[in-house]
C-alpha cells in the first residue's frame, strides 16, 4: 500500500530543506537514465553547485566515462556489495555537499530497498539534513510502470518524485502505459512532477558517447559541424528549462 502525503505535507515538503540526495533510476538498460544523470550533473557544474556524484553501474559506468574527468570527478559505489554506500553517507556527513547525485544501475530495485534497510538511508538522510528525490525516467514500456509502482510503495512519502518521459521514445502523449496507470495517479497523489527529455539527434549522441565528452564540452568541438552545436544547445537549454520546473526537488535552487 501506497502512503500518500498530507495536504500540508505536500506544501511544505519540498522547500523543508535545500540539501538534496537526487538518486536516477530506471526499470532497464535504455530508457535513458544515465543520459539524465549526466545532464543534471552537467547542469550542476556550469551553475557552480556543490554536487559529489556518484556512479552505481559497473558494467555502463557513463557518468563516470563521460565526467570523470571535468573536477571534481566521479565517484564509484557498489550498491550490490555489503558497505558499498557507506561512502555516500560518510560524504554526507564530512562533505555536506549541497547536492548528491547518484547514477543507480538499471533494475536496481531489489538490493536498492535491501541497501536503504541495511544503512538506514531515509533515516540518516533526515537526520543529516537531506531530503531524497527518486528521479524515474520511463520509457513507454510495461516495466517502467512496474518499476515506478514497486518504487512508490517502497519510499511512499519519505522521498520526492521527479518523473521523466524520455521522448526518445515517442511523443508524452505516446507513454499510453504511463498516462493511465495507477502508478502515476499515486505518484501525483504524492507531489511527483512529470517533466520531459527532449530528445537528441543519434548522430550527435553517438559523437558524445564516442568521444566521452560531456555535453558542454561537446558544444565547442572542432569536430562537430556548427549546424549540430546548434542542435545541441538547444536541446541543453531546453533541458535546463525543463529540469527547472523542479528546482527544488533537484537541488537546483
Known amino acids: 500500500m501506497i502512503k500518500t502525503r498530507t495536504a500540508v505535507e505536500k506544501k511544505t515538503a519540498p ?14 538498460g535504455g530508457t535513458g537514465k544515465s543520459i539524465v544523470a549526466r545532464i543534471l550533473l552537467d547542469i550542476y557544474r ?7 556524484a556518484y556512479e552505481c553501474d559497473a558494467s555502463n559506468p557513463q557518468l563516470w566515462r563521460h565526467y ?24 554526507l556527513k ?40 527518486m528521479v524515474s525516467v520511463l520509457g513507454r514500456v510495461k516495466d517502467s510502470v512496474v518499476q515506478l509502482k514497486r ?4 519510499c511512499g512519502s519519505r522521498v520526492d518524485y521527479v518523473i521523466v518521459r524520455n521522448l526518445y521514445w515517442g511523443a508524452e502523449n505516446k507513454f499510453t502505459r504511463y498516462n493511465n ?33 560531456s555535453f558542454r564540452e561537446a558544444l565547442s568541438h572542432e569536430a562537430l559541424t556548427l549546424s549540430n552545436q546548434s542542435r545541441l544547445f538547444g536541446w541543453v537549454d ?3 528549462s525543463e529540469f527547472l520546473r523542479a528546482a527544488s526537488q533537484l537541488g537546483l535552487e
Open 151 to 154: 518504487l512508490l510503495e517502497f
Open 181 to 213: 496507470s495507477k502508478a502515476r495517479q499515486a505518484a501525483l497523489d504524492l507531489g511527483a512532477i512529470e517533466l520531459n527529455l527532449p530528445e537528441l539527434f543519434d548522430d550527435i549522441f553517438d559523437f558524445i558517447d564516442s568521444n566521452d565528452l
Open 94 to 133: 564530512l562533505l555536506t555537499p549541497q547536492v548528491s547525485l547518484v547514477d543507480l544501475p538499471a533494475g536496481a530495485a531489489e538490493y536498492f530497498e535491501d541497501l536503504a534497510n541495511d544503512i538506514y538511508l531515509f533515516q540518516n538522510a533526515e537526520r543529516l539534513g537531506y531530503r531524497i528525490t
Open 68 to 91: 570523470n574527468n571535468i573536477p571534481p570527478g566521479v565517484k564509484t559505489l557498489k550498491l550490490n556489495h555489503r558497505g558499498g554506500a557507506d561512502a555516500l553517507q560518510d560524504d
Open 15 to 28: 522547500s523543508a530543506v535545500n540539501k538534496r540526495i537526487v538518486m536516477c533510476t530506471g526499470d532497464k
Open 238 to 240: 531546453s533541458c535546463e
Open 46 to 52: 556550469n551553475r557552480n553547485i556543490n554536487c559529489i
